[in-house]
């Protein structure tokens, strides 16, 4: 039977700042929704909202069929199920966790006779609730699972299936996410080489913000030639160049007394494929340097 409608019931275990959020807004979309949190004390303004206040993680689950668990990390998961009957449940983890840690998770929750969908959420707990602000979750693992459910899964956020593998909810959510602090870093550096100077970071933020929206491109041209393995065609800033000039980043930061420690690791990736062989990869753009990070 399809979940879609108001009042369904799920219990959710932990009610730290995400979990506090999630439970927020399926209260207020009229769900049936029983809590269970370590320190108890947590649950009370949600037990004056409405929702039903498990004094066991045993009891939480044995309240609802959809279990969703939003704890500090996996093995704080481990911890408060273990032991527990989880036979016919629906299991949804929105506890961050690795790949490898969503895969054998999945397969604990199989064994216990359980379906189980693993996520990413992409989005803070005041994003939570407010489709306006853009947040959303990754899931994967059982399709079954995650189709019988998707309209309660979709009260808090977007929701976005990413197959069957149940790491992969993981895989999406890390990868974007390591994206995010490369690009952190690169900022941080920028507004480390303006300090003392007469620029103002306030006069900065809007250049840095438009640069950045510009070398966006680069997120598709990178997909496209890893997928073609073509890192030539088209080339318009070679790797022999970017190379040459990054001394140039190198040289200011020091004249700047800037460490260089968050962006001299991909400058020395790029000079690690140019020197690999200069003739080949000096005509390349800075896309082939990615190869040398992987397991391939
Ligand atoms: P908090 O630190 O606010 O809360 C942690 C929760 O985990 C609390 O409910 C805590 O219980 C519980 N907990 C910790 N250890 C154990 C344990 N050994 N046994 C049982 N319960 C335990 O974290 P958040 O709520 O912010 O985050 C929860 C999950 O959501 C994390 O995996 C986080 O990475 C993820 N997330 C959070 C985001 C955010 O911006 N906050 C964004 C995206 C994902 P107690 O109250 O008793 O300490």
Redesign the pocket.
Known sequence: MTDTTRGNALSLL??????TALARTWLAAGHRLTVW???AA?AGSLADQGAAVAATPAEAVAASGLVVV????D??VG??LDGIDLTGKDLVN???GTPAEGRARAAWAQERGARFVDGG?M???TMIGAPQAGGYVFYSGSRALFDTHRAVLEVPAGARFVGEDPGHAALHDVALLSAMYGMFAGISHAYALIDGEDVSPKDLAPLLSEWLGAMGFFVGNAAERLASGDFTTGVVSNLAMQVASSGTLLRTAAEQGVSAELISPYLELMRRRLDADPAAHGAEDTAGAITLLGRR
């Open positions: 932990g009610l730290g700042d995400m979990g949190n370590r320190t947590k939003c704890l500090l990390d093995p704080s911890s408060a929105l506890t961050t959420i989005a803070t707990p």
